[in-house]
C-alpha cells in the first residue's frame, strides 16, 4: 500500500508564494517518479510538475513554466512544489501523484498509480 498525503495548502494574495509538500509512506520510492496535478472548480485535473525521484530531472506545464519549481529530499521521502507569483487562476486542489515511467516529460492522470487526496489553494485578487 502506497500513501501519498499532501499538506501546504492555504489563502495567499495574487503575487504571493506558497510551498506544497507531499510525503510519501509505505514503499520504497527510489524507482518513481513524482508528480503535481491540479483541478480548478469544473475543469478536468492537469499536470504541473514532475520530477524523476533518483535523478533529479524535472518537467513542468507550460502555465507554471518559471512560477513553480519542484524538488525532493530523498531522506524525507518527500516532494515540494514551490510557487511564487501565483495569479488567480493557480486556483485549485493540488494533488501529488506517483508512477513508475522514468520519463520525464508532461504527463495526464490516467499514467498515475498513486495518488493523494489534495490539498486546495486559493489565490486572491
Known amino acids: 500500500q502506497v500513501q501519498l498525503v499532501e499538506s501546504g495548502g492555504g489563502l495567499v494574495q495574487a503575487g504571493g508564494s506558497l510551498r506544497l509538500s507531499c510525503a510519501a509512506s509505505g514503499r520504497t520510492f527510489s524507482s518513481y517518479t513524482m508528480n503535481w496535478f491540479r483541478q480548478a472548480p469544473g475543469k478536468e485535473r492537469e499536470f504541473v510538475a514532475r520530477?524523476?525521484?533518483?535523478?533529479?530531472?524535472?518537467s513542468y506545464a507550460d502555465t507554471v513554466k518559471g512560477r513553480f519549481t519542484i524538488s525532493r529530499d530523498n531522506s524525507k521521502n518527500t516532494v515540494y512544489l514551490q510557487m511564487k507569483s501565483l495569479k488567480p487562476e493557480d486556483t485549485a486542489v493540488y494533488f501529488c501523484?506517483?508512477?513508475?515511467?522514468?520519463?520525464?516529460?508532461?504527463?495526464?492522470?490516467?499514467?498515475?498509480?498513486?495518488w493523494g487526496k489534495g490539498t486546495l489553494v486559493t489565490v486572491s485578487s
Open positions: 501523484a506517483a508512477d513508475r515511467s522514468l520519463r520525464v516529460v508532461p504527463t495526464t492522470p490516467a499514467n498515475m498509480d498513486y
Open positions: 520530477i524523476r525521484w533518483s535523478g533529479g530531472s524535472t
